[in-house]
């Protein structure tokens, strides 16, 4: 089975400070995304990459950036942390552009 | 960004009812995909579907591809505490570069 591992369940950071949400996946998909979640909105997507060093922006990139220097890892990055950002961050991959994709158990942050 | 409509929002039903619940999409979708988030976790895929009038069964899951090809119907029949979550349709078109486009969810909610 496809694994999208993120590496913290659950986090709680300080305003203004810069944080690091990582994300792994182990069967070689070249597409990987990451998204917000948020009652009433559904999933948001904040950004995605379709291959190493690529990134693209997705419908919500302010205040966030990616980055992908290897094809199984995709790090999200709040340069600095805001009380608005406090939601559920998750992590997909997916193969191709037909298949489905993958998520991750997902992180819930808090930003105090 | 462009999303589905998808509904309804939230259903609480009895244990053993059926469910129904659908997605609606003003463009010509090529894939269909239903999910389910259960608490704390990140959305699992259920049922792919990937021609117009494909009817496709997981279990007690039933899924359709509209034949329009701009809708999806999931249904759940004989319903039981664990089918509580989140269920979220997703869809992919020609044109938006094989990326998902995801519904705002239906929550469900069954009464032992």
């Known amino acids: 089975d496809v694994k999208v591992t993120q590496s913290s369940r659950y986090l709680v950071k300080r305003t203004g400070e810069k944080v690091f949400l990582e994300c792994v996946q182990d069967m070689d998909h070249e597409n990987m995304f990451w998204y917000r979640q948020d009652p009433g909105l559904g999933l948001r997507l904040i950004y995605f990459s379709y291959d190493v060093k690529m990134k693209e922006k997705g419908d919500i990139p302010e205040g966030y950036s990616v980055s992908r220097e290897k094809k199984e890892r995709f790090s999200l990055i709040l340069e600095s942390a805001s009380t608005n950002q406090t939601s559920m961050y998750l992590c997909?991959?997916?193969?191709?552009?037909?298949?489905?994709?993958?998520f991750g158990s997902g992180t819930r942050l808090t930003v105090v | 960004g462009q999303q589905l409509n998808q509904s309804p929002q939230s259903m609480f039903i009895q244990e053993g009812e059926d469910v129904s619940m659908n997605c609606t999409s003003s463009s010509i979708f090529n894939t269909w995909l239903w999910y389910k988030q259960e608490p704390g976790e990140g959305p699992v895929l259920l049922i792919a579907l990937y021609k117009a009038g494909e009817l496709t069964s997981n279990g007690r899951l039933t899924a359709q591809f509209g034949i329009t090809r701009k809708d999806s119907f999931l249904n759940i029949s004989a319903s039981i505490p664990s089918d509580v979550g989140i269920y979220f349709c997703?869809?992919?078109?020609?044109?938006?570069?094989?990326?998902?486009?995801f519904g705002q969810g239906t929550t469900l909610q069954v009464k032992p």
């Open positions: 997909a991959s997916s193969f191709g552009q037909i298949y489905g994709y993958t």
């Open positions: 997703a869809g992919r078109g020609s044109s938006n570069t094989g990326k998902l486009i």
